[in-house]
T-cell receptor
Framework: DAGVIQSPRHEVTEMGQEVTLRCKPI?????LFWYRQTMMRGLELLIY????????DSGMPEDRFSAKMPNASFSTLKIQPSEPRDSAVYFC????????????FGPGTRLTVL | GDSVTQMEGPVTLSEEAFLTINCTYT??????LFWYVQYPGEGLQLLLK?????DKGSNKGFEATYRKETTSFHLEKGSVQVSDSAVYFC???????????FGKGTLLTVNP
């Protein structure tokens, strides 16, 4: 299997711009997760989906962040407008049957907001 | 709620030294326990896991035993290599939360 695919791998943008991160989970996996990793806060779960439906978005920092999963093979995380404090590595992960099963992580998107 | 506490890093060892990274947890029910590893510039990947008490997970020379009596899942390796330099995360799943709970991570540096 190809593994979890994320794009872009690196994104540099200016404050106030819209940013869209993309994820393709492993085929057949029912769960998809978005995480954010920073030196200060470590690894944080932002939101996760089960069968394309958002289940828990309590980790989404504020209304500037939104996530969608229009089908089983694609998800987006959007930040609008972006701010310098959003600079981080964003990971997408998927798991097969349960949210507590082994999660398979993508390579991450390194976002820098200037 | 569920929580994971792992030893603070960074940990610096010489090649062929013995490694222990401590991990303890608090959870209700019967969680599964995991160790993930993150190499520089990459995403997390599963290193090993255990799904019930007394199970031992092992992979690439690393081992960890699920100890319910001490609520621990310590990671060990008998002889580390430079290529083991990475951040190691302990995690639990299936307690009271319907998601994985990760520790803060421990940075390991192995010098030749």
């Amino acid at each position: 299997d190809a593994g979890v695919i994320q794009s872009p791998r690196h994104e540099v943008t200016e404050m106030g711009q819209e940013v869209t991160l993309r994820c393709k989970p492993i085929s057949g996996h029912d769960y998809l997760f978005w995480y954010r990793q920073t030196m200060m806060r470590g690894l944080e779960l932002l939101i996760y989906f089960n069968n394309n439906v958002p289940i828990d978005d309590s980790g989404m920092p504020e209304d500037r962040f939104s996530a969608k999963m229009p089908n089983a093979s694609f998800s987006t995380l959007k930040i609008q407008p972006s701010e310098p404090r959003d600079s981080a590595v964003y990971f997408c992960a998927s798991s097969r049957i349960r949210a507590t099963d082994t999660q398979y992580f993508g390579p991450g998107t390194r976002l820098t907001v200037l | 709620g569920d929580s994971v506490t792992q030893m603070e890093g960074p940990v610096t060892l010489s090649e062929e030294a013995f490694l222990t990274i401590n991990c303890t947890y608090t959870a209700t029910g019967y969680p599964s326990l995991f160790w993930y590893v993150q190499y520089p510039g990459e995403g997390l990947q599963l290193l090993l896991k255990a799904t019930k008490a007394d199970d031992k997970g092992s992979n690439k020379g690393f081992e960890a035993t699920y100890r319910k009596e001490t609520t621990s899942f310590h990671l060990e390796k008998g002889s580390v290599q430079v290529s083991d330099s990475a951040v190691y995360f302990c995690a639990l799943g299936g307690g009271s939360n319907y998601k994985l709970t990760f520790g803060k991570g421990t940075l390991l540096t192995v010098n030749p």
